[in-house]
């Protein structure tokens, strides 16, 4: 049972060498330097937004409104760092705008995690409700518009550490913290075990409202911080901002190993192998000149076969 255990729990990790190791010997460019480094620059906003979905999904539940939080937070705080909504009679600086986001995206999770725990809703419906209306009044704060913010935003997307980027170092932090949190705290094992058997889980005495209430609360933190990194990137916010990431989450968190009916999945090296994995093959596409209009079919066909195995393990 142990190696059986050990061999699910590696097998994203295997699956993601394997993508990598075809491409690089399809083409000799793709296994460079640069090119690993853009793979994790460009997957560390899902990465992160994909952890918090993760405790969502172990719980049973999923938050479909990720993708709404972050624009919704970007277009809050780009309109504060623009000067548009000026803060006690002036423009504030951009870091502290960038800050606002965090906050934002509490709030919303807060607001999903008490219609579902309070109102006894599912989280479906709730959080598609809230994904329309967060994105019905970020469209309304920005006019439907791009705004191009300051190059002080700029500055977190391509500022390096220690020789890494910065969205890399967000990234680690991130996942980091969450497997820790699963791994080594009650709280993370309470969530396993709500996963599993919500009504076991209810007799053996555990605050199951508190705890789903607190991974809609880690989700809408995740959502913010993926906002800040992808915001950071572009420099700039969109109408179509942060649409269909919630998908993507989903995506990096199930071909991770996590189940949709709760209980199974992990941060590391799950979910960060399945958003890795998803813009590995995105990546390899490109270099290889592949069709474009076959990279939704291919990555769907990816995602199909995962969810198949997952249900043998």
């Known amino acids: 049972m142990r190696r059986r255990s050990l061999v699910v729990q590696c097998l994203p990790l295997v699956v993601l060498l394997a993508t990598f190791v075809l491409f690089c010997a399809i083409s000799p460019a793709f296994r460079s330097t640069s090119n690993v480094r853009n793979i994790l620059v460009h997957s560390s906003s899902v990465s992160i937004v994909a952890t918090g ?3 969502v999904l172990l719980t049973g539940g999923i938050d479909l409104s990720v ?5 919704l937070a970007a277009a809050i705080a780009g309109k504060v760092s623009l000067g548009d909504w000026p803060v006690y009679g002036s423009m504030i600086p951009a870091w ?3 800050a606002l986001i965090v906050p934002i995206g509490l709030i919303c999770g807060a ?10 809703m599912l989280p479906f419906v709730v959080t598609l409700a809230t994904l329309f209306i967060g994105r019905g009044i970020a469209l309304e704060i920005t006019q439907t518009r791009a705004m191009n913010l300051p190059a002080s935003f700029l500055a977190i997307g391509h500022s390096t550490i220690l020789g890494l980027p910065v969205p890399i170092w967000m990234l680690l932090l991130t996942v980091g913290i969450g497997q820790c949190v699963l791994s080594h705290t009650p709280f993370g094992r309470q969530l396993y075990a709500l996963g599993d058997s919500p009504e076991r889980a ?4 555990l605050r199951t409202t508190r705890l789903i209430f ?3 609360l880690i989700s809408g933190l995740c959502a913010a911080l993926g906002g800040i990194v992808s915001v950071a990137q572009l420099g700039a916010v969109s109408p179509t901002f942060g649409a269909q990431r919630e998908f993507a ?3 990096a968190a199930v071909l991770g190993g996590s189940s949709l009916t709760g209980g199974r999945g992990g941060v590391f090296p799950g979910t960060l192998c399945g958003a890795l994995l998803i813009q590995t093959v995105e990546t390899g ?4 000149d592949a069709n474009p209009y076959s990279y939704p079919v291919i990555i769907g066909s990816i995602l199909f076969a995962a969810v198949l195995l997952s249900k043998n393990r």
């Open 53 to 55: 979905m993760t405790f």
């Open 67 to 71: 993708g709404a939080i972050m624009f």
């Open 96 to 98: 502290v705008a960038v």
């Open 111 to 120: 607001v999903n995690g008490a219609l579902i725990t309070g109102c006894r």
């Open 202 to 205: 209810r007799k053996a005495g």
């Open 214 to 216: 607190a991974v809609y």
């Open 249 to 251: 989450a989903i995506a």
């Open 285 to 288: 596409l490109n270099v290889i």
